[in-house]
């Protein structure tokens, strides 16, 4: 292994990353978040045990590993505490071994309240954390770092002024009654800042000084980056490689040795709104949704699904400069005659082989597909790459030779020994 990895997802977000990270973390000594924020939901499943991340690392979950939450992400700490509790609760030890970064930006109860406003009135299908409005405020200068919370004073001088600006949003522009009061500020910020303040430090240092191996763990995936995504229909960050350096506050030059791995499905999933080229409906969707469980880890909302797309999964490859690919779902595949996989869009008679940044041309284009021979044995669980079914394996070699960069890994099924390297 590498001394730096940098694991993302190559699609829309629900790859499989946190399954991926849990059993690669284990080689490393320090497991890295550093965009998005309670939005994001990563399931682990060790020993029967389900555990679902939506803040912390997910390396975190080995004992020896040293977990940060670096300055990118916007931390709700309620929800955090309330996820430490959880996963101790099930004999996991955490705070120890946790750092938070003093320039994190904290997601304040008001932001959740214009969440709400902003997708009722035009929504792009969040899950409503605050996550949006949180790093809106942080761009408009008028966020609250997690250092803020160590100087009463300052807390309360910006709290009060948010409070205001909210309210006139609220009021004015939405007409709704606005209802948030100090007492909720108490409950939701303060009380589990006292738990974990012993934990917040200047995590960029703490990296730079590091000498150990470390594993960075992107959240959503490369189509939801908001700047190279499907644009409005993104995530708040940049969800791709692209985050790595101003999510960390370090160097591009620190990445500069990094292996970096995108996480893709054997088929594509997306949730919430924005355009879905391979979607597909009805009775083909149904089956391949209960085939692949694919329901939200965060919201528990059914995940439209497609077939796979290669001209979007170059693009994360490009994006990203992967060096290669995880795969993982290929055994939802199992038992289908015929597989369809996307290698260019139609619009308007015109060929597009590479990604379009215009939503008119995503939102109307018409996949172009090449169907391939599916197999009838199965892959599920699958450790030993002699038993892949020779279609199975012909499947996986049509994906390295569109996108060109290897596939390294197969996930086969949803615990840590369902796997094997390519």
């Not at 939901?41 to 939450?69: A, E, F, Q, S």
């Not at 738990?195 to 939801?224: H, M, P, W, Y």
Request: charged share 25%.
């Amino acid at each position: 292994m590498p001394k730096k990895l940098v694991i993302l997802g190559a699609q829309w977000g629900d790859e499989g990353k946190g399954k991926i990270v849990d059993l690669l973390s284990e080689k490393f000594d320090v497991s890295v978040r550093y965009q998005g924020g309670s939005n994001a939901g990563h399931t682990v499943v060790i020993d029967g045990v389900k555990y679902i991340m939506h803040l912390l690392p997910t390396g975190i979950l080995h004992p020896h590993n040293i977990g940060v939450i670096a300055q990118g992400m916007v931390v709700d700490l309620k929800a955090l505490k309330e996820e430490i509790e959880d996963i101790e609760a099930k004999g996991n030890k955490i705070p120890h071994k946790l750092y938070i970064s003093d320039r994190a930006h904290v997601v304040m109860p008001y932001h959740k309240l214009l969440d709400k406003l902003f997708e009722k009135k035009n929504g792009v299908g969040t899950t409503l954390r605050g996550i949006g409005p949180a790093y809106m405020f942080k761009f408009m200068r008028k966020g609250i770092r997690m250092v803020d919370l160590f100087d009463q004073r300052m807390f309360e001088k910006k709290v009060e002024e948010n409070i205001e600006f909210v309210k006139d949003i609220a009021e004015k522009v939405f007409g709704e009654r606005f209802e948030i009061d100090t007492r909720y500020i108490e409950e939701e910020v303060i009380k589990p800042f006292e738990f974990l303040k012993d934990r917040i430090i200047d995590t960029a240092k703490f990296l730079r000084e590091n000498s150990k191996s470390v594993i960075f763990e992107g959240a959503q995936g490369t189509l939801l980056d908001i700047d190279m995504g499907t644009y409005p229909y993104v995530t708040s960050s940049n969800s791709s490689a692209l985050g790595l350096a101003n999510g960390t506050g370090l160097s591009p030059k620190y990445f500069k040795d990094a292996q970096i791995y995108g996480v893709a499905k054997a088929y594509l999933t997306r949730v919430g709104g924005g355009p879905f080229p391979t979607e597909v409906h009805g009775e083909e969707a149904e089956k391949l949704r209960e085939k692949g469980g694919e329901y939200g880890a965060t919201t528990g909302r059914p995940r439209r699904v497609g077939w796979l797309d290669l001209v979007a999964l170059k693009h994360a490859v490009d994006v990203n400069a992967l060096d290669g690919i995880i795969l993982t779902k290929l055994d939802v595949l199992d038992g289908y005659p015929e597989i369809k996989v996307c290698v260019a869009y139609e619009y308007n008679g015109k060929i597009y082989k590479d990604f379009p940044a215009s939503l008119e041309v995503l939102e109307n284009c018409k996949p172009v597909y090449e169907t391939l021979p599916g197999w009838k044995g199965s892959t599920k669980g699958l450790t030993d790459i002699s038993k892949l079914p020779p279609n199975a394996r012909r499947y996986l070699e049509f994906i390295e030779n569109y996108i060109g960069v290897p596939i390294v890994m197969l996930s086969t099924g949803p615990q840590r020994h369902e796997y094997l390297f390519l």
